[in-house]
C-alpha cells in the first residue's frame, strides 16, 4: 500500500496555521516588531495596539461586508489533476500483514491554489498585515508539508476593492499558496458499498445502462405526488 500522505480537506491546515499564528502574536504583539523591521516606533506601537484590541478574524470564504475589519479569509483559487496514475492508482489492501484481499484502494495527484484575503480599513494596515501573515505561512510551511501539502510556494498581490461585497473603504491584498497533495477513496467505506450497490441496480452484467420498469423487472419506481 502507498506511505503518500493523503489530504482530505486542505483548507483546514490552512486556516489552523493561520489562527495559530494570530493566538501567538496576540499573546506576545511584540513579535511584529521583529517581522516588520522597516515601521517607525510610532507605527509598530500604534499596530501593536491595533491587534490586541482587534485581532485579525481568521475565516473560510471570502469577506463578510459587515465586518468586522481585519479580515483574513481563506478561498480555493483553483483546484485540478495533476497527474492520474494508471487504473486510478488502484492497490489492492490486504488484512494486516497477511494475503486475505479485502478492498481495492485508489489515489491521484491533484495541484491547487489557495488564496488568503488580507483586508483592512488603511491601505498601510493592509500591506503591514499582508506581510505579517506571510511571515505566518512561511513558518507554517514545515506544518504543511508534513500533513502533505507538497511543493508549497507562496505569491502574492493587491486586489481591486469589489464594492459588490466589500465597503468602499477596505482594502485587500492576497497571498496564494499553491501545492500539490494526494486524495485517496476505497471501495469498502460505507460510501462506496452503498454507491456501488445502487449502481448495479441500473447495470447489466456486460455493464450497459439497464434501466428498466419495477413492472418489468428493474429498479425504477414510478413517482407518485
Known amino acids: 500500500m502507498t506511505t503518500t500522505k493523503t489530504v482530505s480537506v486542505p483548507e483546514q491546515t490552512i486556516r489552523a496555521v493561520l489562527q ?7 499573546e506576545d504583539p511584540s513579535l511584529l516588531d521583529g517581522i516588520l523591521t522597516d515601521l517607525s516606533t510610532a507605527d509598530l506601537t500604534s499596530l501593536r495596539a491595533k491587534w490586541t484590541t482587534n485581532p485579525p478574524r481568521v475565516m ?5 461586508a459587515e465586518g468586522p475589519f481585519p479580515q483574513v479569509a481563506v478561498t480555493l483559487g483553483s483546484e485540478q489533476i495533476l497527474q492520474d496514475y494508471i487504473g486510478l492508482g488502484e ?3 490486504f488484512l494486516g500483514d497477511g494475503d486475505d484481499k479485502i478492498g481495492r484502494r485508489y489515489h491521484r495527484r491533484l495541484k491547487a491554489d489557495f488564496q488568503v484575503h488580507v483586508y483592512a480599513e488603511h491601505p498601510d494596515v493592509c500591506a503591514w498585515y499582508y506581510r505579517v501573515f506571510r511571515r505566518i505561512m512561511n513558518v507554517g510551511i514545515e506544518r504543511f508539508v508534513h500533513v502533505g501539502l507538497q511543493d508549497p510556494v507562496l505569491s502574492g498581490m493587491e486586489l481591486v476593492p469589489d464594492p459588490r461585497f466589500v465597503p468602499d473603504n477596505v482594502f ?3 497571498i496564494t499558496l499553491s501545492v500539490e497533495y494526494e486524495e485517496d477513496w476505497s471501495d469498502q467505506d460505507g460510501l462506496a458499498r452503498s454507491l456501488l450497490e445502487r449502481l448495479e441496480t441500473y447495470l447489466s452484467g456486460d455493464g450497459a445502462l439497464e434501466i428498466l420498469h419495477e413492472d418489468q423487472g ?3 419506481v ?3 405526488p
Not at 495559530?20 to 496576540?26: E, F, H, K, L, P
Not at 473560510?60 to 463578510?64: C, D, E, H, N, P
Request: hydrophobic share 30%; charged share 20%; aromatic share 8%.
Open 60 to 64: 473560510s470564504g471570502y469577506a463578510r
Open 222 to 224: 414510478p413517482y407518485s
Open 172 to 174: 485587500i491584498r492576497r
Open 91 to 93: 492497490e489492492t489492501m
Open 20 to 26: 495559530a499564528g494570530v493566538d501567538t502574536i496576540s
Open 218 to 220: 428493474g429498479g425504477v
